[in-house]
């Protein structure tokens, strides 16, 4: 007895549409895979920056001494550029307690505030006024931290971070 056997194969033209299709498909996603990198790692920066200021803030507690928080190239001197690595230090003697790693990739953190640095009393409060850290995506604020007298730490509600968008045109 003879069987035949069939071979199953795909046709050029069928290979080529399939091609286009999956080209087509990727070029449309690129840019909400590249929105969602950003995102996500905007979010990382925003909650290392909320665990530093948590930590800064506990440090002044527990050593019960004023702390400060400020970026820093070499760890032992303030700059005004958030982007930098972070330095926490003694208010008294400038003794750093940690210097935090830059955050990579990240342009669009920025700082508004009364001071450059921030500091915590010994009790955990604030000596300045209001102050936020806060990250833009498409012209809009997408995240924030805000920072009151009291010392306390919390994150934006999504109608603040709408009303406060002007900050970033």
């Known amino acids: 007895m003879h069987t035949s056997i069939r071979q199953h194969a795909f ?17 449309l996603a690129a840019p909400a895979i590249a929105r969602l990198l950003e995102h996500n790692r905007n979010q990382a920066v925003m909650h290392t920056i909320h665990a530093q200021l948590q930590q800064a803030r506990s440090q002044a507690v527990l050593r019960k001494q004023g702390v400060e928080l400020c970026p820093s190239k070499n760890g032992r001197k303030c700059t005004t550029d958030w982007q930098d690595p972070w330095l926490i230090r003694l208010r008294s003697n ?39 850290f806060f990250t833009c995506e498409q012209q809009a604020v997408a995240m924030q931290i805000l920072i009151n007298r009291q010392g306390r730490i919390r994150w934006a509600s999504p109608q603040e971070n709408q009303q406060e968008s002007a900050r970033c045109q």
Not at 11 to 27: C, F, H, K, M, V
Not at 112 to 129: A, D, K, L, Y
């Open 11 to 27: 046709t050029l033209a069928e290979l080529l549409i399939t091609a286009a299709l999956i080209s087509l498909l990727a070029t």
């Open 94 to 132: 400038r003794q750093a307690l940690h210097h935090a790693a830059a955050f990579a990739g990240v342009t669009n953190l920025r700082w508004s505030g009364f001071s450059g640095s921030i500091r915590f009393h010994s009790n955990g409060t604030s000596p300045i006024s209001n102050g936020r």
